[in-house]
Nanobody, 114 residues
Framework: QVQLVESGGGLVQPGGSLRLSCAASGFTFGSDPMNWYRQAPGKKRELVAGISSSGGSTNYADSVKGRFTISRDNVKRTVYLQMNSLKPEDTAVYYC???????WGRGTQVTVSS
């Protein structure tokens, strides 16, 4: 059974940082690309960042380029999203997704507010 469990969300002030984690189980983690998505209230879910199975290739939404970094540890079966210089418009529920199977985690709330 595929499981993706996100953690690390919370309330942070503008300009602050958070690191999200997504712990994976139930599939061959090191073989699959992984993605982070987010969904703000009243908006569609959008792709934030993606990483290849080896970690050698990454891609980002224009809105987060230069501020967010996706990475993975295939031994720990975990994918990360380091978020720096956070803005109020980054407020959303952040979801982890298996890029091959299409499975989703339940999400973690990130709120950027003073």
């Amino acid at each position: 059974q595929v499981q993706l469990v996100e953690s690390g969300g919370g309330l942070v002030q503008p300009g602050g940082s958070l690191r999200l984690s997504c712990a994976a189980s139930g599939f061959t983690f090191g073989s699959d690309p992984m993605n982070w998505y987010r969904q703000a209230p009243g908006k569609k879910r959008e792709l934030v960042a993606g990483i290849s199975s080896s970690g050698g290739s990454t891609n980002y939404a224009d809105s987060v380029k230069g501020r967010f970094t996706i990475s993975r540890d295939n031994v720990k079966r975990t994918v990360y999203l380091q978020m720096n210089s956070l803005k109020p418009e980054d407020t959303a529920v952040y979801y982890c997704r298996n890029g091959r199977l299409g499975s989703w985690g339940r999400g973690t709330q990130v709120t950027v507010s003073s």
